[in-house]
């Protein structure tokens, strides 16, 4: 009991003086049936465990417990002691098929991996994410880098096992690396429009801006996915650069206006009888149709004109507009 509360275990080896010597005849005992049932309950009722083997693993599997809620991982180099030599000969008796089952589900159970490299690397990932935002990291950026085309490769070769899989896709890592840019720009995309209420993004804006130009060139080309039209016109994202889309509602206007001058002209036109026949009302019907054809198609001929005259002269589409309906 001294022992215990001075070290915090009751594992004492039999080379350990008269009280190892004693410990081993309690389990020598015990195996045999022969302790008695009031020194058993003794000797348990202090922590005590029968099995001296076992009782070490699971002292060094409390160690890594407390290990990882405070670092927050299981990543235990080799050189870290008992610990780390420990850790070391659970990888190795696993890869030869030699660690137990329940030993095996303990580890598994407290998120422990048994090849430390890939380990570390899924770590360092993890912290990248954390950082940045995302997982795309190139092949020139070092061993981290490589590692991910590593991943990638065995995924589209079906050779990725799949607890790893699972623990990469939990993180938001995406295996097509071209597919996962895309991603990323249109969360962006979304994000900018809660912000700011449109999508009017120049190409000059940074690699956001660059990927817009490319969604509508694509979408010019008629190169761009399904998919991916589907889901940023679902956005209420527009394919028509700023200035085309202004030029068209400016356009809309001008129709509307021109509709509405045409309706003034042909009123001026039945008041002063111009178009106006007695002989025949189809005929009347027929040539107020074509004079109000005539009409809306000379204003909006016009209207366009000087749209196109205005903008090649540098003014604004506003001040075009403005002159466009004084005239």
């Known amino acids: 009991m001294e022992y215990k509360e001075k070290n915090g275990h009751c594992d004492i ?9 004693w410990i081993s005849k309690q389990r020598v005992l015990f195996r045999s049936k022969k302790l008695r049932a009031d020194r058993y309950e003794k000797l348990v009722g202090i922590g005590f465990t029968f099995v001296h083997v076992s009782n070490i693993w699971n002292r060094h599997f409390v160690e890594l417990v407390e290990y990882k809620d405070k670092n927050g991982h299981c990543n235990i180099p080799t050189t870290n002691g008992s610990l780390g030599r420990w850790i070391s000969m659970q990888r190795n008796l696993f890869r030869s098929k030699k660690l137990k089952k329940d030993r095996y589900e303990k580890l598994v159970g407290i998120g422990f991996t048994f090849e430390h490299k890939w380990d570390r690397h899924f770590t360092e990932l993890v912290e990248y994410k954390e950082k940045n935002g995302h997982c795309d990291i190139t092949t020139r950026s070092g061993s981290l880098g490589k590692w991910i085309s590593k991943q990638r490769e065995l995924f589209r070769s079906k050779k990725l096992k ?15 690396h071209e597919s996962n840019i895309w991603n990323r720009h249109f969360v962006e995309l979304v994000e900018y429009k809660e912000k700011n209420g449109h999508y009017d993004i120049p190409r000059r804006n940074g690699s956001l801006g660059e990927w817009i130009s490319n969604q509508r060139v694509l979408f010019r080309s008629k190169k761009l996915k399904a998919d991916r039209y589907e ?34 002209s042909i009123d001026n036109i039945n008041a002063n009888g ?8 189809n005929d009347n019907d027929n040539d107020n149709r074509n004079a109000h054809e005539e ?15 205005g903008i090649k002269e540098g003014h604004s589409l506003e001040e075009v507009a403005i002159k466009t309906v004084q005239l």
């Open 13 to 21: 080896t039999q080379r350990n003086g008269p009280l190892g010597g």
């Open 162 to 176: 799949k607890y790893r899989y699972e623990k990469l896709v939990g993180i938001g890592f995406i295996f097509v």
């Open 231 to 264: 889901k940023l016109v679902g956005i209420g994202f527009s394919f028509a650069p700023r200035k085309k889309r202004k030029m068209e509602d400016l356009g809309n206007d001008l129709a509307a206006i021109t509709h509405d001058e045409g309706e003034k």
């Open 274 to 281: 111009d178009v106006n026949d007695n002989d025949n009302d």
């Open 295 to 309: 009409v809306l198609e000379e204003h909006a001929v016009a209207a366009m004109e000087l749209v196109e005259e």
